[in-house]
Every structure is written in C-alpha cells, then in structure tokens.
C-alpha cells in the first residue's frame, strides 16, 4: 500500500461526457503528479501540483484540467471524452516539489470511453 | 519525441537465471534514473535508481548499471525468481523538480 489513494478505481462512461478523478496523497506529501497510461504504453506525464499551484506541466490536453486543494488532494477533470481517452489514469505524489525522491504512486483510475 | 527507450517489450527468463532489462535515453540533461515495477491492477512501485555521478548501485539482486556516454541504462535482476514477473519501466529525470519521463515497459515472464 503506497498511502496514495484514487478514487473511483473504474469508470465507464459514453463519448462527450465529463468525469472527475479524485487522489489523495500520502499524509505530508506535497506533490501531486498525474499520469496516463494508455493501452500497454509508457506513462505519460499529464501535470504536477505543488502545494496547491501548478508545478510542471507536460502533454495534457486543453479538454484536460487539475487542481490541488487546500487540503493537497487532487483531482483531474477530462471532458468531452473522445475513445482515444480510454486509460487508466495514475496519480502519485512527494515529499517536495524537487529534488531527488521517488513518487508513490496509486492503483490508478481506468476509464472506459464507449 | 521519446525521450526514454525501452527497446524490448517483453523477456522471458528462466526462474534462477539472470533478467537483463535495457534503457536507453536521449536528453543529456537527466541526472537521475530510476527503474520501477508493476504489478497487474496496481501502481508502479519504486526499485532501484541510479545518480549521474555513478555508474554502478546495488541492491539485493538488483544492480542498476549507467553508461553516461553511451546514454544507456540496464537492470540486472539476480538471480530471477517467478516473483520478479511483473513490468519494469525505466524513468529519468532532471536534477530540478521530481517529474519522471518513463520508457515504455518491458514485460518480464520468471518461468519456474
């Protein structure tokens, strides 16, 4: 158990559509990271948060947003669902913003656009 | 543009033999590689990784080796054990901020 938690774990829904994933840290991490992994690919990095404020920000699409709250969960909103957005979506957090740590990360959200 | 390379998407290996995973990476600027495994139905893990300034870290039956000139990295798992099946992504990343840039996988069958 890596302390990151993603709800919900699966998600299916029709094309158009909007969903929200939500992640908790793990108690005192401040980072947040998303990242997407389509069918038997790499992860991809979608965006980070830092204590709130947008840290880095990689191929996320403009369909795509996050944010982090006071309380450090996170959540990515994807909309207007297309097919290709079909993944399972992971959510890892850090200590700190930079520096040398691992991320921890969290079993995922696997959405099913139909 | 594929910043990090993992060439082969699958190894099958015999269980007590040695796995030997591949990276390669083409932006000079990484200063840190990691090397993380997953499961089926769970989130990658953290395993090994490996600062620019050595070319060598062990741990257990792992070692992670770097040739910085030949932007080149590989993880030895020794010996193999049907545990170890799983797939193992290379990650990289920059000296400033934590952001990783993972390879695609390699898929890794231990046959007992």
């Known amino acids: 158990d890596s302390g990151v938690t993603q709800t919900p774990k699966h998600l299916i829904t029709a094309t158009g559509q909007r969903v929200t994933l939500r992640c908790s840290p793990r108690?005192?991490?401040?980072?947040v990271y998303w990242y997407q992994q389509s069918l038997d690919q790499g992860l991809q990095f979608l965006i980070q948060y830092y204590n709130g404020e947008e840290r880095a920000k990689g191929n996320i699409l403009e369909r795509f947003s996050a944010q982090q709250f006071p309380d450090l969960h996170s959540e990515l909103n994807l909309s207007s669902l297309e097919l290709g957005d079909s993944a399972l979506y992971f959510c890892?957090?850090?200590?700190?913003?930079?520096?040398?740590?691992?991320?921890?990360f969290g079993e995922g959200s696997r959405l099913t656009v139909l | 543009d594929q910043q990090v390379k993992q060439n082969s998407p699958s190894l099958s290996v015999q269980e007590g033999r040695i796995s030997i995973l591949n990276c390669d990476y083409t932006n000079s600027m990484f200063d840190y590689f990691l090397w993380y495994k997953k499961y089926p139905a769970e989130g990658p893990t953290f395993l090994i990784s490996i600062s620019s300034i050595k070319d060598k870290n062990e741990d257990g039956r792992f070692t992670v080796f770097l040739n910085k000139s030949a932007k080149h990295l590989s993880l030895h798992i020794v010996p193999s054990q049907p545990g170890d099946s799983a797939v193992y992504f290379c990650a990289a990343k920059k000296a400033a901020g934590n952001k990783l840039t993972f390879g695609g996988g390699t898929r890794v069958l231990v046959k007992p």
């Open positions: 108690s005192g991490d401040l980072s």
């Open positions: 890892a957090s850090s200590v700190a913003g930079q520096g040398f740590g691992e991320l921890f």
